[in-house]
């Protein structure tokens, strides 16, 4: 997808998140939106950049959200992919039986028994999670194998599972809340949201409705025979919805 949006005339620019390579935990302890969504405001000035087109999935999509929701001068225009944004999400995990039963290991990452699974067995807890995430899709050998050395590096596993053990507490100082609520507020860029229409992480419909919190344009895209990684199962057509929406 991103050799498509470098032919399309995109200086496309895919960093690693905080916490997801060696050496690379989060200098400040934090793994929450308000955080991430600053990384990528100062990626764009050190790249030497006034704005950018952001275009993210999963986490990345929430960094996107964040990013714009903090400095919208920043932001040109926003995909974000597989991520629902607003307050049915909160909703969803409160209520929504389904929701919560596909988001188990979110709940179970809180526990300590988290990291001893996930490593166990080479991994076998992540292979079971892209397959549920993304039925018949199968990430190749090669890119597993790399994913997964990643994840053995020393304290990665322990800064990746931060993002969940800080996703469901609120911020301990009165400034990092009123951050955060700057960070997940109305958006007022013109926005995509691409959402598989067989992702078994995020139920579909859980973005129903994300049009009331985006105020200048917003439209919702379902990638049929797509799941979770939508981009990787269907880069075709998921990178022409990117296109289409970026240069019009």
């Known amino acids: ?13 895919a960093p690693a998140q905080r916490g997801y390579w060696p050496e690379g935990a989060a200098p400040d302890g934090s793994y929450r939106a308000s ?49 629902p944004y607003g307050p049915q999400l909160r909703t969803a995990w ?15 990452f809180q526990t300590a028994l988290a990291e001893p699974a996930v490593a166990l067995d080479d991994f076998a807890f992540i292979d079971r999670l892209w397959r549920e995430w993304s ?7 090669a890119e597993r194998a790399a994913l997964k050395e990643t994840l053995r590096a020393p304290g990665v596993l322990t800064e990746v599972l931060g993002y969940y ?14 951050l955060e609520a700057r960070a997940s507020g109305a958006i007022t860029v013109p926005s995509l949201h691409l959402h598989g229409a067989d992702d ?15 105020k200048n344009g917003f439209e919702r895209v379902v990638v049929p025979r797509a799941g979770h990684f939508l981009h990787l199962g269907q880069p075709e057509p998921v990178a022409d919805h ?4 970026l240069n019009n």
């Open 135 to 141: 039925p018949g899709y199968e990430l190749p050998d």
């Open 94 to 108: 409160l209520a929504n039986g389904d929701q919560q039963r596909r988001s188990w290991y979110m709940f179970f």
């Open 35 to 83: 955080a991430t969504g600053r990384d990528v405001l100062d990626l764009i000035e050190a790249l030497g950049h006034d704005r950018a087109d952001l275009v993210g999935h999963d986490l990345g999509a929430r960094a996107a959200y964040a990013a714009a929701s903090l400095d919208a001068t920043r932001v040109r225009k926003l995909v974000g992919m597989a991520f």
């Open 242 to 245: 990117i296109l289409n929406f």
């Open 165 to 178: 053990r800080q996703l469901f507490s609120p911020p301990a100082d009165e400034a990092t809340r009123a």
């Open 1 to 13: 997808m991103l050799d498509r949006l470098a032919k399309g005339g995109y200086r496309a620019v």
């Open 200 to 214: 078994n992480c995020f139920s579909v419909e859980v973005s129903d409705g994300m049009d009331a919190v985006f």
